[in-house]
C-alpha cells in the first residue's frame, strides 16, 4: 500500500513537471514592465497621502521622502472643517447627479433613435456628435461666459445673480452639452447589437416609440448605463475649469474648485492641501467601487456581443 502511494504521488509530481510551461524571458520582462508602470501610478497617490499624515514643519525640514517621526488624522480635520468641505460636497451633488441623469436620459434616447428607428440623417447625426468630443473647452469659454452673464434666469433659480451665470443650472447644461455625445457614441453602437426582431414585435404588439424604448431598449443597455454612470459621475465630479469660469459665489463652488480655499495669500500648506485632496478622491472611489459589478459588465458585454 505504501509502495502504490510513493508511485502515485511520484507519477503526479511527473505529470506536473511536464505540464508546468518554462518562464520565457519576455514574460519577465511584460511582468517587469507592468509592475512598474503599476508603481508609476501609485506613487503620485501613495506619496499624498503619505504626506498628509505628517507635519509642514516635519517635511520642510527633513523632505517629502524621510521616514516619519509624527503620524496623525490633523490635517485631515482641519481641512474637512477650514474648508467647508461639506457644503462644497452638497454643491458637487447638486451638479453631477442632475447632470450624469440627464446626459444618460437624452443620449439614451437619441441613441436609440439614431440606432433602432433608422432616423433620417442619423449617421450624419452621429458622426456630429461624436466630432464636438473634438472640439477642446478652451475655445468656447469667452463666448460661452458672455452669453451666461447676458441670459436671465427666475430669481428661485439662480440667487442673487439672477443669471445663468453664478448657477448651477448654467454648470449641470454645459456638463450635460459636453459629454451627450460621447454617450452617444456608445450607446448607439451597443445598441446596434439588440435584435431587430425585438422591435419589431414590440411594433406589432401596439407599443409606440416611447414604450421600445423606455420597456424594451432601456433595460437591455443598463449594464452599458450603468458603466457610462461610472465614467461620466467620474469626469463631472472632478471638472474644475467650468465652475472658476461661470461661477463667481464661493459657497457656491464644488469641491474640487473648493480646494483653493485651503491656500493662504501667502503660504500654502501642501500638507493640508494633500488632506483635502484625499478627501475629495474619496467619493468617487467609494461610486467606482459600489458600481464595479455594473462597469466591468458593461465592458464586457459591449465587447461581445455582436
Partial sequence: ?????????????????????????????VRIFLWAMALGWLVPLLLPLYASLR???????????????TLNFDYYVQAWQGGNLPRHFLNTLLVAVPAVLLTLFFASF??????????????LLLILFTAGNLLPQQVVLTPLYLMYTKLPLPWWMSWPSELVYDSYWGIIAIHVAFQT????FVLS????????ELIEAATVDGAGVWRQYWRVVLPLVRPALGALG???????????????????????????????????????????????????????LIVFFVLQRQFVAGLTLGANKG
Fill in 230 to 284: 461610472t465614467l461620466e459621475f467620474a469626469w463631472i465630479y472632478n471638472d474644475f475649469l467650468w465652475a472658476v469660469v461661470l461661477m463667481s459665489t464661493g459657497d457656491k463652488l464644488p469641491v474640487t474648485s473648493a480646494l483653493n480655499n485651503l491656500r493662504s495669500v501667502y503660504f500654502t500648506d501642501y500638507n493640508l492641501l494633500a488632506a483635502g485632496s484625499i478627501l475629495v478622491a474619496l467619493p468617487t
Fill in 189 to 196: 453602437n451597443y445598441m446596434d447589437t439588440i435584435p431587430r
Fill in 181 to 184: 455625445g460621447f454617450c452617444v
Fill in 1 to 29: 500500500m505504501t509502495v502504490e502511494r510513493g508511485t502515485a504521488a511520484e507519477r503526479g509530481t511527473a505529470v506536473g513537471r511536464r505540464n508546468r510551461r518554462p518562464v520565457s524571458p519576455w514574460r519577465v520582462v
Fill in 55 to 69: 507635519p509642514y514643519a516635519e517635511t520642510a525640514a527633513e523632505g517629502y521622502f524621510s521616514l516619519p517621526k
Fill in 110 to 123: 437619441v441613441a436609440f433613435l439614431i440606432s433602432r428607428r433608422r432616423l433620417p440623417g442619423g449617421r
